[in-house]
């Protein structure tokens, strides 16, 4: 049962971002406006896209974090892990207020750059630690990508 709330707690701690975000997202009165009155990709999906996407991807993060919680390696081993897990969520919940609550594109831009790279060295420092718990934020960078192109666009359109 121990284990099993272990799995509650990671996976709860892993949507913070989701919700801190969820105050300035698309779905926010003003915001949609905002949002929908700028240039995007052609590739941009629908909004209800974005929600599955983010709720499959705080899960595997969620599910990434429980696995190094859980390995058996010290502490110590883990300390540089919990810490790019935890800039990694900063970054996250950051570029949400900055594109969708202050409407700085450009600085969103920044944030998310450097958000992709925090997220690929948190893979990196999960695999000696656990190779499921990398391997499970890989689907969580290749979107983060993804938004990147989404950023880059808007950014060059507006």
Do not use: D
């Amino acid at each position: 049962m121990k284990h099993f709330w272990t799995f509650v707690l990671a996976i709860v701690i892993s949507f913070i971002p989701g919700i801190i975000g969820g105050f300035f997202s698309p779905m926010t009165p003003g915001v949609n406006e905002w949002y929908n009155g700028l240039a995007q990709s052609v590739l941009t999906p629908n909004g209800w896209v974005f929600s599955i996407a983010w709720l499959i991807l705080y899960t595997l993060l969620g599910w990434a974090l429980y696995l190094v919680m859980r390995s058996g390696k010290t502490r110590q081993n883990k300390a540089l892990a919990y810490a790019l897990f935890i800039a990694q969520m900063g970054l996250n919940a950051l570029w949400s207020y900055l594109f969708f609550g202050l409407h700085m594109i450009g600085g969103a831009m920044i944030c998310i750059v450097a958000l992709v790279g925090v997220a690929i060295w948190m893979a990196i420092a999960f695999k000696p630690i656990s190779r499921g718990a990398s391997y499970l934020v890989w689907p969580y960078i290749a979107w983060l990508v993804f938004a990147t192109y989404l950023n880059g666009t808007i950014l060059m359109l507006n």
